[in-house]
C-alpha cells in the first residue's frame, strides 16, 4: 500500500509532467507557424516524452493501490519571445521539475519507502539527460547566433533523428 504523502507527491508530478507536455505542445505549435520545422519537430517529440512521463506516474500510483487523480492544466503561453529565450525556458523549466524529482525522494526517505525510492531513481537520470539537452541546444544557439537559424534548424532536426534512432 502506497504511503500517504508519497501518494500525494506523486500525484501532485502528474499534474508537472502533464503540463510540461502541454507546454512544450504550446512552443512546437508556436514554432512550427513560424516555420521552423526542425525546431518543432524536436518540440513535438519532447511533447510525447512528457505525457510518457505523466503516465508512468499513473500507472505506478494506481499499480500500488493509490489513486491517481488527472487534473487540469493550467493554459500555457501563447506567444514567445524568440527561440533563444524559449530554450532558455525549456532549460528552466526542467530544472523545476529536477528540484520536484527530487523532493519526491526526500519524501520516499522521510517516510522510509523504499520501493518507489527505487522506483523513481528512472527520473533522477532522465532529468540529467533532460537538462543536459536543453543545455545543448542553448550552447549551439550561441554557437550560431540568430543569422543562421536556418542551419540550427536542421541541425536540431537531426539530432532528434539521432535520439529516435539511439531508443
Ligand atoms: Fe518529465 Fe522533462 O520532465
Redesign the pocket.
Known sequence: MLNKKVEKALVAQIEK?GY?SHLYLAMAGWAESKGMAGIAKWLYA?AD??RE?MLKFIYYVNERGGRAIIPGFEQPPVDFDGVQKLFEQVLE??RY?SKSINDIVAVCLEEKDFTTHNWIQW?VE??IE?EASAQTILDKLNLVGNGSLYMFDRDIMSMRSAEDTAE
Open positions: 509532467e510540461s519532447q516524452e512528457e512521463h523549466h526542467e521539475v527520473f532522465e532529468q533532460e
